[in-house]
């Protein structure tokens, strides 16, 4: 890429639970600045660890990234992982004793990441912050809560715990997906509700948050009384509301590029590195591409990279040195534990206790 601006916003993932010579390839790439794993990527804790550790061997930059939340909406589930639970379990123990509730999201947190970074991952894409409304079929048990102030607190007190042990996070999906009934990875979502309306419910956490999330995640759902795109495309809620509003100064994650509501904007249907370079335009900070490494040797992989290369090249998408430092920021600043000494450390073996 001719661009003197260092900016690697491309999150990828690998097909197997190896890296072939098109994954390395693609993760020496310039653009490339994250990897996400999936269930597929796990065989046990040893093949993992000995997987990401080649990952790092080739860019020790990389952030090596999963969606891990608990409940139904967690990659990694046996040979010593614990199955964690439900964030609507939290919920449900506000209800009965509010501290304790607390005190056990925070062991969640604990536990989530220092499992995860005995592995050598480093980041996951929690906490959900939907409100719970009960229809959504997409979000149901992984939402805390209807109430944006339960929402909140649970959340910090997960984010405290999963900071404690090293690891950066990402609040989803903002500025709330708990509304609408539609799943954004087969339909695009419309929710029709004011500005007004979301600011004072669904969003309340991310502002009550701004301070405290290290990044964050739009949704692919549009909000036509605020702007005709998604979110995670729309510069009024990205820079204006989230940034500016709110004051947010993370890390700003678009959701996947291959989801059916994430580009289908101006009418049509973008590439992929269309779409990564609306979404980056419009405030995104870095871009995720998923299972796309499944189709043939991952040729949609490649496409995004050379096509957002070329639109650096013809200025239609600028590099940005910020987004980098926001990017690097989210790599873990501590050494992890290994998995036997994490069994014999007091702190993982009280958050176990803790757990709801």
């Known amino acids: 890429m001719n661009s003197p601006v260092r900016h690697a916003p491309v999150v990828l993932d690998i097909a197997g639970t190896t890296l072939s010579a098109d994954d390395r390839r693609r993760l020496k790439h310039p653009l490339t600045g994250g990897v996400i794993h999936f269930a597929r990527h796990w065989v046990d804790r040893r093949q993992l660890t000995a997987l990401n550790a080649e990952i790092k061997a080739i860019r020790p930059d990389i952030l090596i990234c999963v969606d891990h939340e608990g409940g ?17 379990a939290l919920g449900e123990l506000w209800m ?33 912050l939907d409100l719970d409304y009960g229809a959504s079929s997409v979000i149901g048990d992984r939402a805390f809560h209807r109430d944006p102030r339960v929402v909140a607190l649970l959340a910090k007190s997960l984010v405290h715990g999963l900071l404690s042990a090293g690891m950066a ?73 989230l940034r500016g509003q709110f004051g947010f100064t993370g890390a700003v994650f678009s959701d996947d590029l291959s989801m059916e509501g994430a580009r289908h904007l101006e ?62 920021a989210l790599l873990p600043q501590t050494p992890p534990l290994g998995w036997d000494d994490l069994m014999h450390d007091p702190v993982y073996q009280r958050a176990l206790e803790r757990l709801p």
């Open 72 to 88: 139904r909406v967690q990659r990694f589930r046996s040979d010593g992982f614990t199955a964690l639970p439900p964030m609507r």
């Open 267 to 328: 009418g049509g249907t973008l590439t992929y590195a269309e779409a990564a370079a609306v979404a980056l335009g419009a405030g995104c900070d870095l871009v995720l591409l998923c299972n796309q490494s499944l189709q043939g040797r991952g040729e949609a992989v490649d496409e995004l990279l050379q096509g957002l290369e070329r639109a650096a090249r013809d200025g239609h998408w600028h590099p940005d040195p910020d987004s980098e430092h926001r990017r690097l």
């Open 169 to 241: 996070h990402c609040g989803k999906h903002f500025p709330g997906h708990g509304y609408v009934k539609a799943d954004s990875h087969v339909a695009v979502p419309v929710d029709k509700r004011s500005l007004k309306a979301i600011l004072a419910d669904d969003a309340r956490p991310y502002e009550w948050l701004s301070s405290t999330l290290t990044a964050v995640m739009p949704a692919h759902v549009i909000y036509p009384k605020v702007d005709k795109h998604p979110a995670g495309f729309s510069p009024r809620w990205l820079k204006e509301i």
């Open 96 to 128: 009965r004793d509010a501290m304790t509730a607390t005190d056990a999201a925070t062991a969640t947190g604990q536990v989530l990441a220092l499992e995860l970074r005995a592995c050598g991952v480093d980041f996951s894409f929690t906490p959900v």
